[in-house]
C-alpha cells in the first residue's frame, strides 16, 4: 500500500512526512517545486514525485492514499480530490476551510461509486471539536443546539497565517436551521470556560460549521476562540473593512506578509504546548444540556498525530467510502488514540 504525502517541503507536510517515516508507512512525497521537493526527500531519503495539482492524475496509479498538506486548499482540494476518486484512491488533507469542506461534500455520490473515502479536515481543525461533536450528540440525541471551540497556546505557522488572513474579508459563519448562514466576524460572544479558566470569546467562521452538522445531524452550530478586548474591537472593525479586505490585491498582500514574517512553532513550542477543547449541546424546548472538553498537545503536534493516524488507517482499508468527516470515518473516540488527548464530561 502506497502513501502519497502532498506539500511535503511545507512546515505541516515536512512534520507529517517526517511522521510516516517514523512509523514505518515508507510514503511518497510530492509537491510542486522540485528544488525544495529534493531537499525534502534526500534528507529523509524518500521518493520523490514533483508535479503540479492539475497534474495529480497521472501521478496516482500506484498510489492508495493521498494525504495532501499543500494549502490554501480552495487551490488544491477539489483537484486533487478529483484526481483520487478518477485513480481509486483515498483523499485526505488538512484543510480547515468551510468552502473546501463543502464542494468536497458535494462530491459524496461520485466518491461512494467510486469505493474512494473524501476525508478532509484530519488535522487540529476539525479532528478534536469533531470526535467531541460526534461524542456530545451521543450523550443528548435530542440536541437542537451546538456550540464548540477551543484555545490554543503555541505558535502560528506561516500557512494557516496566510489562510486566516487570506479568509478574513469573507466575515463570519454559523449554521443555523440546518444552513450555512453568513454573519460578522465575532457575531455572538460570551463567556466560556474552556478548561483553563472562563474567557471572553467570539464566533468565528471554524470548519466545524460545515463538518458537525454532517457528523452530529445537529442543526444549530457555532464555533468560539476566546479573544482578548482590543482583538475583538479590531474584528468588529473589520466588519466595515471586510470589503476592502477581502479584494483580491489586498488579501494576495496580507497573504504573502504572513508567509514571510510568522514562523511555526519550534519542536519545545509543539512538545510544551497544550489546547483546551470545549463543546455544549443543548435542546431549547427542554432545557437539557451537556458539556465535554478535550485537553490536547499543542495544536500543530495533534495534526502531525491526527493526519499520519488517519492516514495509517486509510491505507489499513478502515476509510469508509463517500464523504466523510473525521467521526464518520473513525468514530468520536478516534480522538482518544492520539497522543496525550484526554476528554472529560460535566
Ligand atoms: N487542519 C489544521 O488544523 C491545520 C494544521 C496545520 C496546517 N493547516 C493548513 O495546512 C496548510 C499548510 O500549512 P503550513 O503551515 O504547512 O504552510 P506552508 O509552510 O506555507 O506550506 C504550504 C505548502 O503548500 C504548498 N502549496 C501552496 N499552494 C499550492 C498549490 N496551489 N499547489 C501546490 N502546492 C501548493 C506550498 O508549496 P510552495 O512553496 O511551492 O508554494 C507548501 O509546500 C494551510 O492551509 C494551513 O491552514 C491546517
Not at 514562523?263 to 427542554?286: F, K, L
Request: aromatic residues 6%.
Amino acid at each position: 500500500m502506497t502513501l502519497l504525502v502532498y506539500g511535503a517541503y511545507g512546515y505541516t507536510g515536512e512534520l507529517v512526512a517526517e511522521e510516516a517515516i517514523e512509523r514505518g508507512l515508507d510514503p511518497v512525497l510530492g509537491g510542486r517545486n522540485a528544488t525544495k521537493l529534493d531537499r525534502v526527500g534526500a534528507r529523509l531519503d524518500c521518493e520523490t514525485r514533483t508535479f503540479r495539482v492539475a497534474d495529480a492524475a497521472r501521478e496516482l496509479d500506484d498510489v492508495d492514499v493521498v494525504l495532501n498538506c499543500a494549502g490554501p486548499f480552495v487551490e488544491t482540494a477539489e483537484p486533487f480530490a478529483d484526481a483520487c476518486i478518477d485513480a481509486g484512491a483515498d483523499y485526505l488533507d488538512v484543510t480547515g476551510e468551510i468552502p473546501v469542506f463543502e464542494s468536497l461534500a458535494r462530491r459524496d455520490g461520485d466518491a461512494t461509486e467510486a469505493g474512494v473515502a473524501v476525508l478532509p479536515g484530519v488535522g487540529f481543525d476539525v479532528v478534536p471539536t469533531d470526535c467531541l461533536a460526534a461524542h456530545l450528540a451521543g450523550r443528548l440525541p435530542d440536541a437542537t443546539h451546538l456550540s464548540l471551540g477551543f484555545e490554543p497556546h503555541g505558535g502560528l505557522s506561516p500557512g494557516t497565517a496566510a489562510t486566516v488572513l487570506g479568509q478574513l474579508g469573507d466575515g463570519g459563519a454559523i449554521r443555523r436551521d440546518g444552513r450555512l448562514v453568513s454573519v460578522p466576524p465575532g457575531h455572538r460572544q460570551r463567556r466560556i470556560d474552556f478548561g483553563n479558566g472562563e474567557r471572553s470569546a467570539v464566533t468565528i467562521p471554524w470548519g466545524d460549521v460545515s463538518t458537525a452538522y454532517r457528523s452530529t445531524g445537529i442543526p444549530n452550530v457555532d464555533a468560539y476562540v476566546p479573544m482578548p478586548k482590543n482583538a475583538r474591537r479590531a474584528m468588529r472593525a473589520a466588519r466595515y473593512l471586510g470589503p476592502v479586505l477581502s479584494a483580491d490585491p489586498v488579501s494576495d498582500a496580507l497573504q504573502s506578509l504572513a508567509r514571510r514574517f510568522v514562523s511555526g512553532p519550534d519542536e519545545a513550542e509543539r512538545d510544551a504546548g497544550r489546547a483546551y477543547v470545549w463543546g455544549e449541546v443543548r435542546n431549547e424546548e427542554t432545557g437539557e444540556s451537556a458539556v465535554s472538553r478535550l485537553v490536547t498537545p499543542e495544536t500543530y503536534a495533534l495534526t502531525v498525530d491526527a493526519a499520519t493516524t488517519a492516514a495509517e488507517r486509510a491505507l489499513d482499508g478502515d476509510a469508509p467510502p463517500g464523504y466523510q468527516t473525521p467521526s464518520t470515518a473513525y468514530g468520536a473516540d478516534f480522538v482518544l488514540e492520539l497522543d496525550d488527548v484526554t476528554r472529560t464530561d460535566d
